[in-house]
């Protein structure tokens, strides 16, 4: 990038400048630790500087926005032209009381819905399940049918705001909620626009809420992207993720290193069904986390992009659309207090402009009371007027890829793509990525990462403020979400009233197409779509898939 | 009759766990009970199942217990995971894998740690497959440590033992050379879906000839694919073949009275050692031996003449 | 031979952040006890036969679902029923301040939340195991 005579004196300036005047102020001055390494544990020098990134080539390695290999950002104006979708995540109790925040956070201003949902519901099991006793409502929405699905929407323009949906093992069923409530209030499948993370590896990897196992899940996939890019083409059916592999424990490295390794594999299953790789990747998306260092976050995220392009290219796809990743961004839940919740906030903003200046497509902001329940009204929308400073006041937003050319963002970025190659060789070695999980490889290197970062703040080698240092000893005084303590029953009754009113006959006779067409190898959405219309409930439905693919069990590791 | 000997005997879960501590720790309440349920032993056909980690021990195990639980038969299961060395803590990871065996009252798992003892074994294990076995399982079950090259201890304790290699795990034929191979009243060849197993098959045949030429019986090798229950009926069968096998020759009294040597060897060494370094007048003697010894004032083996000079007055 | 600290580390029903709980049962074993881990989903019913199975001194609950208040209690009042409160039960997750005396009151020895050093729990343990 740089005149090699040139590049040759800086670096003897800079050895100079290494020797006269650092370390004389090192001999004085000592620093604050002996060595600087990063969440990855890579060691971060004091100072980069033109050599550093010399072996790169402007045109080739970083080139130009929109372009390969889409290093600087997917699109040429990026948040010149639209900001990020300010898309908070959010979902509890019955329906009914999430229709009304999200109603809330619209009104404030958020431009994508993202639902959380409830554990029985993310485990395919209806609200009056033995298993979902005390679990109602109490982490996201409880969703058991499409009459739930048509009161969370009530009133809400589905053809004008997209919506992502955090489902991972029932996601085809639940897509067929949404759909399903689309075309009753007669929206077109052409027009509706969103998200189902249906990202099973990494279930099996971190999140640990699956349901089937790999085979016939990956199946269920790849008859969603099918479904997807030839009837709901606005849809994107995958939210390739990283942030819970990062919530398990894992540095960022290895979310980089595995979520797009994950998304690789996707690529090659949905081949090797014989799909055109240029007619579904377009609706692939990614999911990532913003973690605390802030720089090696930025660095994440476009080390990430360009991997990703010329992994595709490789793989053989030829359109630009094909190769540029999309993605989210949540910031960290991990890395909230309990203590002092306030100052969660000064994390969210820092969190959130890592993001920004990484160039997400949609992000969501934690709130602060997090760490102790779900968030309240006021903490949701502080965080939601986060985001909205970040666009509106801190002139990060005119300009593309303001970080670009930076000597340390830029060796930082490669240098983590070569952290990323390292780690696919060893997953290679072990045979792919399915026997890698199955041997518990990503399971082992995500525990022993999460111990050794409990040990490094046990220890105070990393500062955990409020927690490990500057602590105080206030208690926690903050107003705490308080839901609805009939919904449940509310729910329960619904439930009810739906199985003995609808047309029963209908709806056996919908299980029992299912239920064929899972023993054979046809697409399964239509299916799933027609018991959906049938008022099948999601436990229902998702109880004839486990009779017929059965249920994974996981090789404990740890 | 010890009131904890007498609940045991009955088949109570609590005081089996309970005796079962007891015994770890070398209780002397554990010591009159052993003494009380011991002429009730012997019925049980004891299981020992060894192999590399990563081998499927556990998988097979639960498969076994099912198939034995179909016939009605009750089933004790000993799990072993060692001990760090440094902190003298254990993470006992074994009942998690078997999970399917839950709230089945036919069935008691019992995790334990090395504990110290090399071997792969623990030196609680006579007591813990003694009080199982009185306790009326019908098959105890003992999982061992796998690490490879010295898991032969378990040879001592079981009337039947497994050595399970799996294809593909690289040293897995390698670690069983050397004492290892000989143990095996069965080879299991596990996740024989992968695609080595005939070559491993193969390995494992040829170590067979070596060791068996001179035995008389010939030790079979099965294949399996425990995760999706094949092979299991036949190793079943294999087992009770060897069972009936060591009951008509003088293999199972042999076998017996190997295992009741054992025990009695390590009841002795384990109150030797108890007298001698937790009893505190000697104990403060050996910190002023070790001390000695570091400095080169001393040697070891006139330090234990000292120590076993004293106790032999 | 003295007598090791043992503990269950156990995940009640559908939740499946088990981060913590791996990290506390390393720490635990760092520690010098003996740890058994149950792993994810486990009903009242299974947490209270392995704890007999395995007589244990210490069950450890870990839940970050927000199901604490059903969940734990079930298995606190299944210990009692059986007569087994010689057992140190102890809970984390995500559990807010104001429901620590509720689980308290219902059987829960002490309750470790988010930032929790591990030393904390580990001092806990070692001085108020019951046996």
């Known amino acids: 990038m740089f005149k090699e005579k040139y590049i040759d004196e800086?670096?003897?300036?800079?050895?100079?400048?290494?020797?006269?005047?650092?370390?004389?102020?090192?001999?004085?001055?000592?620093?604050?630790?002996?060595?600087?390494?990063?969440?990855?544990?890579?060691?971060?020098?004091?100072?980069?500087?033109?050599?550093?990134?010399?072996?790169?080539?402007?045109?080739?390695?970083?080139?130009?926005?929109?372009?390969?290999?889409?290093?600087?950002?997917?699109?040429?104006?990026?948040?010149?032209?639209?900001?990020?979708?300010?898309?908070?995540?959010?979902?509890?109790?019955?329906?009914?009381?999430?229709?009304?925040?999200?109603?809330?956070?619209?009104?404030?201003?958020?431009?994508?819905?993202?639902?959380?949902?409830?554990?029985?519901?993310?485990?395919?099991?209806?609200?009056?399940?033995?298993?979902?006793?005390?679990?109602?409502?109490?982490?996201?929405?409880?969703?058991?049918?499409?009459?739930?699905?048509?009161?969370?929407?009530?009133?809400?323009?589905?053809?004008?705001?997209?919506?992502?949906?955090?489902?991972?093992?029932?996601?085809?069923?639940?897509?067929?909620?949404?759909?399903?409530?689309?075309?009753?209030?007669?929206?077109?499948?052409?027009?509706?626009?969103?998200?189902?993370?249906?990202?099973?590896?990494?279930?099996?990897?971190?999140?640990?809420?699956?349901?089937?196992?790999?085979?016939?899940?990956?199946?269920?996939?790849?008859?969603?992207?099918?479904?997807?890019?030839?009837?709901?083409?606005?849809?994107?059916?995958?939210?390739?993720?990283?942030?819970?592999?990062?919530?398990?424990?894992?540095?960022?490295?290895?979310?980089?290193?595995?979520?797009?390794?994950?998304?690789?594999?996707?690529?090659?299953?949905?081949?090797?069904?014989?799909?055109?790789?240029?007619?579904?990747?377009?609706?692939?998306?990614?999911?990532?986390?913003?973690?605390?260092?802030?720089?090696?976050?930025?660095?994440?995220?476009?080390?990430?992009r360009r991997i990703w392009a010329k992994e595709l290219k490789k793989l053989g796809a030829k359109k630009s659309r094909s190769m540029f990743m999309r993605f989210h961004t949540q910031t960290a839940g991990c890395s909230l207090t309990a203590q002092q919740p306030e100052i969660n906030i000064a994390r969210v903003t820092l969190q959130g402009l890592a993001a920004v200046l990484g160039g997400t497509q949609s992000l969501h902001t934690n709130s602060m009371d997090e760490a102790l329940a779900l968030p309240s009204e006021k903490a949701a929308r502080i965080a939601l007027r986060t985001q909205q400073i970040i666009a509106e006041e801190s002139g990060v937003t005119d300009t593309v890829d303001p970080l670009g050319g930076s000597y340390y963002i830029e060796w930082l970025t490669d240098k983590m793509e070569e952290e990323t190659y390292k780690y696919w060789d060893r997953v290679e070695k072990l045979g792919g990525v399915l026997p890698a999980i199955e041997k518990g490889f990503y399971q082992r290197e995500i525990a022993n990462a999460a111990y050794k970062y409990q040990k490094d703040i046990d220890e105070k080698k990393r500062i955990f403020v409020g927690v490990n240092e500057y602590k105080m000893d206030e208690p926690i005084e903050i107003p705490i979400l308080e839901m609805d303590e009939k919904g449940e029953e509310r729910q329960i009754n619904r439930l009810k009233k739906l199985r003995k009113n609808r047309n029963n006959q209908k709806y056996e006779r919908t299980l029992k197409a299912l239920r064929k067409a899972a023993e054979g190898d046809e697409n399964l959405m239509p299916y799933i779509l027609d018991c959906v219309h049938a008022y099948a409930t999601l436990g229902e439905t998702c109880q004839v898939l486990r009779d017929v693919f059965g249920e994974y069990e996981e090789p404990a590791i740890y | 009759m010890n009131d904890i000997a007498k609940k045991v005997l009955d088949g109570d879960p609590r005081s089996i766990a309970r005796l079962i501590t007891l015994a770890e720790s070398n209780d002397l309440v554990a010591t009159s009970a052993m003494k009380n349920i011991h002429p009730h032993t012997g019925k049980a056909h004891v299981i020992g199942i060894t192999g590399v980690m990563g081998s499927g021990k556990s998988t097979l195990i639960c498969e076994l217990t099912r198939l034995y639980r179909k016939q009605g038969k009750t089933v004790g299961i000993i799990a072993i995971d060692p001990t760090s060395p440094f902190s003298g803590g254990a993470l006992l990871g074994d009942r998690v894998r078997m999970m399917d065996l839950a709230m089945d009252d036919g069935v008691f798992i019992r995790s334990m740690g090395t504990r110290g003892m090399l071997g792969g074994l623990t030196s609680a294990v006579y007591d813990v497959v003694e009080i199982l076995d009185a306790s009326g399982k019908d098959v105890v079950i003992v999982e061992t440590v796998g690490v490879g090259q010295a898991e032969v201890d378990i040879v001592k304790i079981a009337d039947t033992t497994l050595v399970i290699v799996v294809p593909g795990l690289g040293d897995s034929i390698q670690t069983l050379k050397a004492g290892v191979m000989e143990?095996?009243?069965?080879?299991?060849?596990?996740?024989?879906?992968?695609?080595?197993?005939?070559?491993?098959?193969?390995?494992?045949?040829?170590?067979?000839?070596?060791?068996?030429?001179?035995?008389?019986?010939?030790?079979?090798?099965?294949?399996?694919?425990?995760?999706?229950?094949?092979?299991?009926?036949?190793?079943?069968?294999?087992?009770?073949?060897?069972?009936?096998?060591?009951?008509?020759?003088?293999?199972?009294?042999?076998?017996?009275?190997?295992?009741?040597?054992?025990?009695?060897?390590?009841?002795?060494?384990?109150?030797?050692?108890?007298?001698?370094?937790?009893?505190?007048?000697?104990?403060?003697?050996?910190?002023?031996?070790?001390?000695?010894?570091?400095?080169?004032?001393?040697?070891?083996?006139?330090?234990?003449?000292?120590?076993?000079?004293?106790?032999?007055? | 031979m003295e007598r090791k600290i043992r503990v269950l580390i156990s995940k009640p029903g559908l939740d499946g952040h088990d981060r913590g709980a791996k990290v506390v049962a390393r720490a635990l074993r760092d520690a010098g006890m003996e740890v058994i881990y149950t792993g994810l989903h486990q009903t009242a019913e299974m947490i209270v036969e392995a704890a007999i199975q395995e007589d244990v001194d210490v069950v450890g609950l870990s839940l970050l679902s927000g199901a604490h208040m059903t969940l734990f209690v079930d298995v606190t009042k299944l210990l009692k029923d059986k007569g087994m409160d010689d057992i140190l039960v102890i809970g984390g997750g995500i559990i807010p301040e104001r429901d620590v005396p509720k689980l308290k009151k219902a059987g829960i020895n002490g309750v470790f939340g988010p930032g929790t050093p591990c030393e904390d729990i580990v001092e806990f343990i070692k001085k108020n195991v019951k046996r």
């Open chain 1, 10 to 304: 800086i670096k003897k300036k800079k050895k100079d400048w290494e020797k006269n005047i650092y370390a004389k102020y090192l001999k004085n001055h000592p620093e604050r630790k002996k060595e600087f390494t990063n969440l990855s544990n890579t060691k971060i020098k004091p100072l980069y500087s033109p050599d550093d990134i010399s072996h790169l080539d402007y045109l080739k390695d970083i080139g130009f926005p929109a372009e390969f290999p889409f290093l600087r950002g997917v699109h040429a104006t990026m948040y010149r032209g639209r900001f990020w979708t300010f898309r908070m995540f959010s979902g509890f109790g019955s329906a009914e009381e999430t229709n009304k925040r999200y109603k809330y956070l619209l009104d404030h201003g958020e431009t994508g819905l993202s639902v959380a949902f409830d554990y029985p519901t993310l485990y395919g099991h209806d609200t009056d399940h033995p298993l979902s006793r005390g679990e109602f409502g109490k982490c996201g929405v409880a969703i058991s049918s499409l009459k739930d699905m048509e009161i969370l929407f009530k009133d809400i323009p589905i053809d004008k705001v997209t919506t992502s949906m955090t489902i991972n093992g029932p996601a085809a069923v639940v897509w067929g909620f949404y759909i399903a409530n689309a075309e009753n209030r007669g929206i077109s499948k052409d027009v509706i626009g969103g998200t189902i993370q249906n990202d099973i590896l990494k279930e099996y990897i971190a999140q640990k809420s699956w349901i089937f196992p790999p085979e016939p899940s990956m199946r269920l996939i790849v008859d969603t992207f099918e479904y997807g890019f030839k009837h709901v083409p606005k849809w994107n059916t995958i939210s390739i993720s990283g942030y819970h592999i990062r919530e398990a424990g894992s540095t960022a490295v290895q979310e980089l290193a595995f979520t797009v390794g994950d998304g690789v594999e996707y690529v090659k299953w949905a081949m090797k069904r014989g799909l055109d790789i240029d007619k579904f990747t377009p609706r692939l998306s990614f999911f990532f986390n913003a973690h605390n260092d802030f720089f090696e976050e930025i660095a994440k995220y476009r080390a990430a």
């Open chain 2, 183 to 313: 143990i095996a009243d069965i080879y299991v060849v596990n996740k024989a879906d992968r695609p080595e197993v005939n070559q491993t098959v193969a390995e494992v045949e040829s170590l067979v000839d070596i060791t068996c030429s001179e035995k008389e019986r010939k030790i079979p090798i099965l294949s399996t694919v425990a995760k999706q229950s094949k092979g299991v009926v036949e190793l079943l069968k294999e087992i009770d073949n060897h069972k009936k096998y060591i009951k008509n020759t003088k293999e199972f009294e042999k076998q017996r009275r190997f295992r009741y040597e054992a025990e009695l060897v390590e009841i002795i060494r384990k109150r030797l050692m108890n007298f001698i370094f937790d009893e505190s007048k000697f104990k403060i003697k050996i910190e002023n031996l070790l001390d000695q010894i570091s400095k080169k004032e001393m040697d070891p083996y006139t330090a234990a003449d000292e120590i076993l000079g004293k106790i032999l007055k």
